[in-house]
C-alpha cells in the first residue's frame, strides 16, 4: 500500500466534497431559517441559496464561484508513520482538486501579487496539527471564502468588563459585517490565550456542527444569548433584512492573562465547507462528514 | 411585493415601474463590470470614443466569473456576484452615461449611486451572494467577450441570458434604498440588543 496516495487521494476526496455538498447541518439550518423567515425579501434569498446548493450537487459544481482558501486540520495519531511525509501528498490533492473540480485559484503573494494559479503558495494550505493517541489520522479540510474571511476580528477587551465586554464585541462585529460575508453567517467566538490563540479557536469552533452546542452549559448558554442577539439585528439574508442573520455561534476559550482579555470572532459563509476523514494504518478509509457520497 | 420579468433593452418608462422588494427576472444581454472596467468605460466616455457595447437599456452584473473555453467557445462556469460598493464610486457617472436601467451585484450600494438611479432611471438587483451556479444556468451563451487585457475577472462580459435572477430590488428609481433603511433600523435593535444583553453603551 501507498500511504502518500492513499493520504493524497483522501485529501482531493474530502476537498470535492466539502465544495460540492455542504454538510447536512448546514442545509438543516437553512431549510429551518427559510420556513421561519417572515421577511419577503430575505426569503427569497434563502430560496435562491437553496436551489443553488440542490444544482451544485445535481451538476457537480463548486456551490459558491469562491471556494476559499484551503486550510487543513489534521489529528495525528502518535504512532502514525511518515508524519514528516504528510504536506506533500496534501498539496498535491490541493493542484489537482484545482485543476480537476475546477477551484478558483485563490493564492496570491502579498509582495508581487501574483496567483500561483494552483491554490497552493507559502503556508497554503495551511496545516493546523494536532497529535491523539493511536495511529490512525484525521483529516479535515475547510475551504474559506474570502467574503466572510474579511470581516473576521480579533480584539483586546477590558478584562474589568468581562463576558458582557465580549457580548458587545460580538454584537458590534456583526452589525459592523451587514451585508459583506454572505449572511445567513455562522460565528466562531473564542475568548483567551492571547490574540493568536483566541483567533485560532474561533475559526476551529467553525468546525463543529451546528445542532452541537458546547457541552459546557454555561458556555452553551452564552451561545444561544448571543445567537438570539445576532438575529435580533434585523440585518437578515444577505444583508436585505429579515430575523436569518446567524445560523448559529460557537464558542471556545483559554485562560487568560490577568491583564488582558483577547477575543475573536471568525465569521462563515452560509457556504460552510467543510468534510472530515479518518485514515487507519492500513490506509483504510472511513468518511466521516460524506458519508453517503461514496 | 410584484414580480416582473424584463426584456433588454428596457425603457426608463418600464424600469420606473419596480419598486424596492420586487423582485425581477432578466432576460436578453447582461454585461459584467468591474471596477477596471467601470474605470476605463467612463474614460472612453470622457474621450468620445465608443465602448465595445452599446449599455443603454442593458444590465451591468457585478461579477468577475468562473469561464472555461470549450473549443472556441466560452462557457461561464459559476457566475456569482461581488461587493458593489467598490464600484459605487463609478456608478452615478456610468449610469448617467451609458443609460443602463439595471444594476446586479451583492451587498448594496450608496448615497450617490441611489440619487442617481433616480434621476435617470435605473435599479439595483442584489443577486444572493454564493449562488453562483444559480447564476450560471441563466446564462445561456457568452455572446463575447471583451477588454480582455484586463484579465478575466475584470473584463467586460456579455452574456445572454434566461430568466436571469431572482433579483431582489434594493434601490429603485424612487430614492427608495434597503440597504440604507436596513442599516437604519439595524442601529435601532442595537439598542435594544444591548438592553436586552444588559450591557451600557
Ligand atoms: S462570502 Fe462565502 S458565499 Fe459569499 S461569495 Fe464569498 S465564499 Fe461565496
Redesign the interface.
Known amino acids: 500500500m501507498d500511504m502518500a496516495k492513499v493520504i493524497e487521494d483522501v485529501a482531493f476526496n474530502i476537498l470535492k466534497q466539502a465544495v460540492i455538498y455542504l454538510p447536512e447541518d448546514v442545509k438543516q439550518a437553512l431549510k429551518k431559517a427559510y420556513a421561519e423567515e417572515t421577511s419577503e425579501t430575505g426569503r427569497t434569498q434563502l430560496k435562491a441559496i437553496l436551489d443553488n446548493i440542490e444544482l451544485a450537487e445535481k451538476y457537480q459544481a463548486p456551490v459558491c464561484q469562491d471556494t476559499g482558501t484551503i486550510i487543513f486540520y489534521v489529528k495525528a495519531g502518535a504512532e502514525a508513520k511518515n508524519l514528516d511525509k504528510l504536506e506533500e501528498p496534501l498539496i498535491k490533492a490541493v493542484r489537482r482538486a484545482t485543476k480537476e473540480i475546477p477551484l478558483r485559484p485563490n493564492a496570491v503573494d502579498p509582495f508581487t501579487q501574483k496567483n500561483s494559479g494552483d491554490n497552493t503558495g507559502r503556508f497554503i494550505p495551511y496545516l493546523n496539527w494536532e497529535i491523539a493517541s493511536g495511529e490512525s489520522i484525521e483529516l479535515t479540510v475547510m475551504t474559506k471564502g474570502g467574503g466572510s474571511e474579511n470581516v473576521c476580528l480579533t480584539g483586546m477587551l477590558v478584562p474589568g468588563e468581562g463576558i458582557n465586554g465580549l457580548k458587545k464585541f460580538v454584537i458590534d462585529a456583526v452589525i459592523k459585517a451587514g451585508a459583506q460575508p454572505c449572511p445567513p453567517t455562522i460565528l466562531g467566538v473564542a475568548m483567551g490565550g492571547g490574540s493568536d490563540i483566541a483567533i485560532k479557536l474561533a475559526k476551529k469552533a467553525l468546525l463543529r456542527p451546528l445542532n452541537e452546542p458546547n457541552p459546557n452549559p454555561e458556555i452553551a448558554k452564552l451561545e444561544k444569548e448571543i445567537f438570539e442577539a445576532a438575529n435580533m439585528t434585523g440585518i437578515g439574508p444577505m444583508g436585505l433584512g429579515g430575523k436569518t442573520t446567524v445560523l448559529g455561534v460557537h464558542i471556545d476559550y483559554a485562560y487568560r492573562h490577568p491583564a488582558s482579555f483577547p477575543a475573536a470572532v471568525a465569521f462563515n459563509c452560509w457556504a460552510a465547507r467543510r468534510a472530515s476523514a479518518q485514515i487507519d494504518a492500513d490506509g483504510n478509509v472511513e468518511y466521516l462528514t460524506h458519508k453517503m457520497r461514496w | 411585493?410584484a414580480v416582473y420579468k424584463l426584456k433588454t433593452p428596457i425603457s426608463e418608462e418600464e424600469i420606473r415601474k419596480v419598486k424596492v422588494?420586487d423582485?425581477i427576472y432578466i432576460t436578453g444581454t447582461i454585461v459584467t463590470a468591474r471596477d477596471q472596467a467601470h474605470r476605463r468605460a467612463l474614460e472612453y466616455f470622457k474621450q468620445g470614443k465608443a465602448l465595445p457595447i452599446n449599455l443603454e437599456g442593458l444590465a451591468v452584473f457585478h461579477c468577475g466569473?468562473?469561464v472555461?473555453k470549450e473549443g472556441d467557445k466560452w462557457v461561464a462556469?459559476?457566475?456569482?456576484p461581488t461587493?458593489s460598493t467598490r464600484m459605487d464610486i463609478f456608478e452615478d457617472e456610468f449610469i448617467k452615461n451609458f443609460k443602463v436601467r439595471v444594476v446586479i451585484g451583492?451587498?448594496?450600494m450608496g448615497k450617490k449611486t441611489t440619487d442617481a438611479m433616480a434621476k435617470y432611471g435605473a435599479v439595483y438587483g442584489?443577486?444572493?451572494?454564493?449562488?453562483?451556479?444559480?447564476a450560471?444556468?441563466a446564462i445561456k451563451s457568452v455572446k463575447s467577450v471583451e477588454w480582455l487585457d484586463l484579465g478575466t475577472p475584470e473584463a467586460l462580459w456579455i452574456f445572454e441570458v434566461e430568466d436571469f435572477g431572482?433579483l431582489?430590488v434594493?434601490i429603485d428609481s424612487h430614492g427608495n434604498n434597503?440597504?440604507l433603511?436596513?442599516?437604519k433600523?439595524?442601529e435601532e435593535?442595537?439598542q435594544?440588543?444591548?438592553q436586552?444583553?444588559?450591557?451600557t453603551q
Not at chain 2, 462556469?77 to 456569482?80: E, L, Q, S
Open positions: 411585493m422588494n423582485v466569473p468562473v472555461s462556469v459559476a457566475a456569482g461587493t451583492k451587498g448594496g442584489a443577486f444572493t451572494g454564493g449562488a453562483a451556479i444559480l450560471a444556468k431572482p431582489a434594493a434597503i440597504f433603511d436596513v442599516a433600523k439595524v435593535n442595537k435594544k440588543i444591548y436586552k444583553l444588559g450591557l
